[in-house]
């Protein structure tokens, strides 16, 4: 049942670390675009989701 439960986890990180890649690539071509107002809504999106992925690591790596 844990072992279940950790993989579970280690796939939520996998997906949330990409989600964390394609937010940072938003990021950067709203950037180029000079678009303050995505910058701001993005930025804030990829800060919780690193906030919440730091939770889960936390969670996984204590078992």
């Known amino acids: 049942m844990n072992?279940?439960?950790?993989n579970g986890k280690e796939k939520l990180c996998r997906s949330m670390l990409?989600?964390?890649g394609i937010?940072?690539?938003?990021?950067l071509a709203?950037?180029?675009?000079?678009d303050t107002q995505k910058i701001k809504h993005l930025y804030q999106q990829h800060t919780d989701l690193m906030t919440?992925?730091?939770?889960?690591?936390?969670?996984?790596?204590?078992?």
């Open 3 to 6: 072992t279940a439960r950790t």
């Open 18 to 20: 990409s989600k964390v």
């Open 23 to 27: 937010y940072e690539k938003m990021l």
């Open 30 to 34: 709203a950037q180029e675009d000079k």
């Open 52 to 63: 919440s992925l730091k939770h889960l690591l936390c969670l996984v790596f204590s078992l």
